[in-house]
């Protein structure tokens, strides 16, 4: 079996999977519940998926959670590695760096 794409995916697959079990449903209903294929859904369930925004939320209303119940505590350290590690901050103030070497 594939591992999960990241650490947050797994998280989010395992808080799905531990409510809809709590809920007795199975992977079926969950996906057609929300409008889901079932594969899509199973994939997400087992930490291998990526939903959108608006599977997520369609999700947590099904399983009658707050959206943020599904990723409270997620980091950006349990994501895969980007190209760029650099916050819009980041990039703001080399921007105004680079401005102010030109003026001088």
């Known amino acids: 079996?594939?591992?999960?794409?990241?650490?947050?995916?797994?998280?989010?697959?395992?808080?799905?999977?531990?409510?809809?079990?709590?809920?007795?449903?199975?992977?079926?209903?969950?996906?057609?519940?929300?409008?889901l294929n079932v594969s899509n859904y199973a994939r997400i369930d087992r930490g291998h998926g990526n939903p959108t925004f608006h599977t997520l939320i369609r999700l947590a209303v099904v399983l009658g959670l707050e959206p943020s119940e599904l990723l409270v505590g997620l980091t950006d350290e349990q994501l895969p590695p980007t190209r760029d590690s650099y916050t819009a901050l980041d990039f703001r103030r080399e921007q105004e760096a680079r401005a102010r070497r030109g003026r001088g």
Not at 15 to 31: C, D, F, H, M, P
């Open 1 to 35: 079996m594939p591992e999960p794409k990241s650490e947050a995916s797994r998280i989010l697959g395992l808080r799905l999977r531990e409510r809809r079990l709590a809920l007795s449903l199975n992977q079926e209903t969950v996906a057609h519940l929300a409008g």
